[in-house]
């Protein structure tokens, strides 16, 4: 293994609270990268130099060595920066997935999310540009929240809104000046859902794929009758088992070439040796920490 990110879904898996559970005793990590040291007589898809990333959740990348089968791993190419090869298999894969795959969204359509400067959010703004897409962009206030939407608009962000700005009556006005949403992500739950479906479209639909508020999502019945809005949810482990490994890997090297003309970049990062792993996981569970922990093992 080369480097692996703490991820919020590694913390629930080792929580128990988790769609996917490994049989005990297990390695913690569901995404990482890694080098091919040597390969068995009969392997043909990877050699020995190759990057590798996991095929799927659960395999346990927080280690420094391991044997696979060719099978549980995917080649992804080495010139690639190594934070983006280490952070490829879940957040971008999720933000593309969502993107594409609920709302037939043209250039020029605008999209809602909250925890933007989340993996997942960072992601979404990037490809969203890249699609010519306009996002609206929520996050919680904070004392630097101006250097959060400079870091933000940096990536392609088109507008930064704090949940307070949000609930404001102006935000009536807001989207005289753009197409109002028709797809909304949501991976808070609780009040923050609620006002990301106020500012839907009608028709639109709002995907769940996170809830950090640990808080139910709540629609209103007038919501759900007179604006027909749609509440659906992504987990990429589902998507997986519904694809077949070449679709998974197809979906990899669209964002291997995103990353290739500099169209998507790895979240800010930062990089801790695996030995001081104690010292990562704390950081990765503080409130308003931007920054994702990547264990390195090299």
């Given at each position: 293994m080369l480097a692996a990110p703490i991820n919020p879904s590694d913390i629930n898996m080792i929580q128990g609270n988790y769609g996917l559970l490994p049989k005990l005793p297990a390695v913690g990590g569901n995404e990482g990268v890694g080098q091919v040291?040597?390969?068995?007589?009969?392997?043909?898809?990877?050699?020995?130099?190759?990057?590798?990333?996991?095929?799927n959740a659960g395999l346990?990348?927080?280690?420094?060595?391991?044997?696979?089968?060719?099978?549980?791993?995917?080649?992804?190419?080495?010139?690639i920066p190594l934070q983006s090869a280490a952070t490829l298999s879940v957040n971008p894969c999720t933000a593309y997935r969502m993107l594409m795959d609920f709302e037939q969204l043209q250039p020029g359509d605008s999209v809602i999310q909250n925890a933007s400067n989340s993996g997942v959010g960072q992601a979404v703004i990037q490809i969203a540009a890249a699609l010519g897409l306009r996002t609206v962009n929520v996050?919680?206030?904070?004392?630097?929240?101006?250097?959060?939407?400079?870091?933000?608009?940096?990536?392609?962000?088109?507008?930064?809104?704090?949940?307070e700005e949000l609930r404001k009556h102006e935000m009536k006005n807001f989207f005289k000046d753009m197409p109002q949403p028709r797809l909304a992500l949501n991976c808070v739950g609780g009040k923050s859902s609620t006002e990301l479906l106020r500012h839907l479209a009608p028709g639109g639909t709002m995907v769940t794929y996170g809830g950090m508020a640990k808080q139910?999502?709540?629609?209103?019945?007038?919501?759900?009758?007179f604006k027909d809005l749609k509440l659906r949810g992504f987990w990429l482990s589902q998507w997986k088992k519904d694809h077949s490994p070449a679709q998974f890997k197809e979906l990899i090297l669209t964002l291997c070439s995103l990353i290739g003309r500099g169209q998507l970049t790895a979240p800010a990062c930062s990089e801790v040796p695996l030995?001081?792993?104690?010292?990562?996981?704390?950081?990765?569970?503080q409130p308003f920490v931007s920054s994702k922990q990547i264990l390195t093992m090299c």
């Open positions: 040291v040597a390969v068995g007589s009969s392997v043909t898809g990877v050699k020995p130099g190759d990057w590798v990333i996991p095929a346990g990348t927080w280690r420094t060595e391991a044997v696979f089968s060719e099978e549980a791993l995917i080649g992804v190419p080495s010139d996050v919680r206030d904070r004392p630097d929240i101006q250097k959060l939407t400079d870091r933000l608009k940096s990536l392609g962000a088109e507008h930064v809104l704090t949940e139910p999502v709540i629609a209103s019945v007038s919501q759900l009758i030995q001081d792993y104690q010292r990562a996981l704390e950081a990765s569970m």
